[in-house]
């Protein structure tokens, strides 16, 4: 079982920056992917961190505003988020999994361990 805790959201202006953190032990051998929910709304893929080769794939609203990193000595993977927009507020969750399809990473089904998630506000 993986515990997943995430960290770091809040409240921000448009344009601005937040920096959002998933900590769990033994993060370093699972695929982690960012996934974010608001209210009405499915859930939405933002991005995933592969933990064999290090690829990494973005859903098309955050690509090129937001890039997932990881920090395997301290266990965390983070979702640094530039040029925030009103519509990337959400609850934001991470997720894990040991071994996915990498043509299913945009899919919640494919993690099987989530966070509590976070509340990220974007005012304009």
């Known amino acids: 079982q993986v515990q997943l805790v995430e960290s770091g959201g809040g409240l921000v202006q448009a344009g601005g920056s937040l920096r959002l953190s998933c900590a769990a032990s033994g993060l370093s051998t699972y695929n982690i992917g960012w996934f974010r929910q608001a209210p009405g709304k499915e859930r939405e893929f933002v991005a995933t961190?592969?933990?064999?080769?290090?690829?990494?794939y973005y859903g098309d609203s955050v690509k090129g505003r937001f890039t997932i990193s990881r920090d395997n000595a301290k266990s965390t993977v983070s979702l640094q988020m530039n040029s925030l927009k009103p519509e990337d507020t959400a609850v934001y969750y991470c997720a894990a999994t040991r071994v996915i399809n990498v043509a299913a990473v945009e899919g919640p089904s494919s993690y099987d361990y989530w966070g509590q998630g976070t509340q990220v506000t974007v005012s304009s």
């Open positions: 961190s592969i933990w064999t080769g290090g690829r990494t």
